[in-house]
């Protein structure tokens, strides 16, 4: 089976797809010497989908997040808006292509954007040394919400002039206590790119090796669990 992954990074979610059996495409903006996928295409990611999208069995995409997240609302809002600094907002956008392509499909995005909150995810919930709270909307297909095993404690870091400890890293960022390129490898289980921006914005293979076997699942006419 042929996935497509747009707005592919380096490929956090494609190994996952891999896992689950998908044949899975990159396609990104910017080159991606490191995509882990089983090919890439330079290219728009909405414009791509549109013209080739129906080609593939189902669709994933990871719009960029950092318009919807907390420290462009919070803490870098300020910082933002002084500079003139924005970024991209392409859930809506990506959804209507997507609709329009006809495939299954899923949208992953952070808690603030406006991405349909179908399914969360959690790096708890596979044993990861990150939180990385996810949530995916699902199109044309669904399977059910996994139990959100509690947390083991903090995500180690300063917090106002604080420092905790705790079992996972703040995969995001620079400074302030937060992970090194070598513990966001662990930690994600992601081992084919030392890019600490590719590592901050991949999100763990867990999750979609956890989606994709649901995915071919329901590809196959079963009743996804």
């Known amino acids: 089976m042929?996935?497509?992954?747009?707005?592919?990074?380096?490929?956090?979610?494609?190994?996952?797809?891999?896992?689950?059996?998908?044949?899975?495409?990159?396609?990104?903006i910017a080159p991606r010497p490191t995509y882990c996928g089983d090919g890439f295409v330079q290219a728009d990611a909405l414009d791509y989908a549109a013209a080739h999208g129906h080609r593939y069995d189902a669709i994933h995409a990871s719009p960029p997040c950092q318009n919807y997240s907390a420290p462009t609302r919070g803490t870098n809002a300020a910082r933002n808006t002084t500079t003139g600094r924005e970024h991209p907002d392409l859930v809506e956008a990506t959804r209507a292509v997507l609709q329009a392509v006809g495939r299954p499909y899923v949208i992953e995005n952070v808690a603030g954007s406006p991405v349909r909150k179908d399914l969360r995810l959690?790096?708890?919930?596979?044993?990861?040394?990150?939180?990385?709270?996810?949530?995916?909307?699902?199109?044309?297909?669904?399977?059910?919400?996994?139990?959100?095993?509690?947390?083991?404690g903090r995500v180690r870091g300063w917090r106002h002039g604080v420092f905790y400890d705790g079992p996972y890293v703040a995969a995001y960022g620079?400074?302030?206590?937060?992970?090194?390129?070598?513990?966001?490898?662990?930690?994600?289980?992601?081992?084919?790119?030392?890019?600490?921006?590719?590592?901050?914005?991949?999100i763990p293979p867990a999750y979609t090796s956890f989606l994709g076997a649901r995915l071919v699942a329901f590809l196959r006419g079963q009743v996804a669990v």
């Open 2 to 28: 042929k996935l497509l992954d747009l707005y592919s990074c380096a490929g956090g979610a494609a190994r996952g797809y891999q896992h689950a059996g998908f044949h899975v495409t990159g396609i990104d």
């Open 174 to 202: 620079a400074g302030g206590g937060k992970a090194t390129v070598a513990e966001m490898q662990q930690a994600k289980q992601i081992t084919w790119t030392a890019d600490r921006v590719e590592l901050c914005e991949a």
């Open 122 to 152: 959690c790096g708890e919930m596979f044993g990861l040394g990150v939180l990385q709270h996810r949530w995916f909307e699902l199109g044309g297909w669904s399977t059910a919400q996994p139990a959100h095993r509690p947390h083991r």
